[in-house]
């Protein structure tokens, strides 16, 4: 199976500031890879596919970019709202596996 | 509004066998793949399986031996049976669909139902 890794697992951060979160893959997966957010006692949310491809209704200061095996998720400014866990999900290869989470928490 | 809804027992006893049953609402079934993730403190979001139509179902390996996914589409259903199940088999439940236009990501997903597994 292809191995998520995410970092930071947490972080701290406040409303306005710009935050970005980096997961990398143990082996190269073209353009295939998501991100979700995820609240307390709620469902993931696409985010991101394919990389870079805003979901239809979701904020543009969302955006995601990378290539092969390293991947960013970026928030261009932070918004209470956005205060979540965020994953990255690979679905080049199946099993399709998922990052272990960054947990974005108020400053 | 596509709307997923996760239906089944919140208990099940070990060794018994879990069953869900996950009813879509707002569009048609066909042409979609219908997966089934679930998600532990232990283990994060794991993906299950997925059925796609009539077609056989894939399973990730480290379930596959104890894992069926059928569907319904007349019933607007899908559903998902796990035997001999352990407590590490306790988390919660999710059915998802993966969208056509998102390359393989789920874009829509039911609301999580809880399974305990213990006597």
């Known amino acids: 199976d292809i191995q998520m890794t995410q970092s930071p697992s947490s972080l701290s951060a406040s409303v306005g500031d710009r935050v970005t979160i980096t997961c990398r893959a143990s082996q190269g997966l073209g353009s295939w890879l998501a991100w979700y957010q995820q609240k307390p006692g709620k469902a993931p949310k696409l985010l991101i596919y394919?990389?870079?491809r805003l979901q239809s209704g979701v904020p543009s200061r969302f955006s995601g970019s990378g290539s092969g095996t390293d991947f960013t998720l970026t928030i261009s400014s932070l918004q209470p709202e956005d205060f979540a866990i965020y994953y990255c999900q690979q679905v080049s290869s199946f099993p399709y596996t998922f990052g272990q989470g960054t947990s974005l928490e108020i400053k | 509004q596509v709307q997923l809804q996760e239906s089944g027992p919140g208990l099940v006893k070990p060794s018994e066998t879990l069953s869900l049953t996950c009813t879509v609402s707002g569009d048609s079934m066909k042409s979609y793949y219908w997966t089934w993730i679930r998600q532990s403190p232990g283990k994060g979001l794991e993906l299950i399986g997925y059925i796609f139509d009539n077609k056989s179902p894939s399973y990730n390996p480290s379930l596959s031996s104890r894992v069926t996914i059928s569907i319904d589409t007349s019933k607007n259903q899908f559903s998902l049976k796990m035997t001999s199940v352990t407590a590490a088999d306790t988390a919660v439940y999710y059915c998802?669909?993966?969208?056509?236009?998102?390359?393989?990501?789920?874009?829509?997903w039911g609301q999580g139902t809880l399974v305990t597994v213990s006597s």
């Open positions: 394919a990389v870079s």
């Open positions: 998802a669909r993966e969208g056509i236009t998102t390359a393989v990501s789920l874009d829509y």
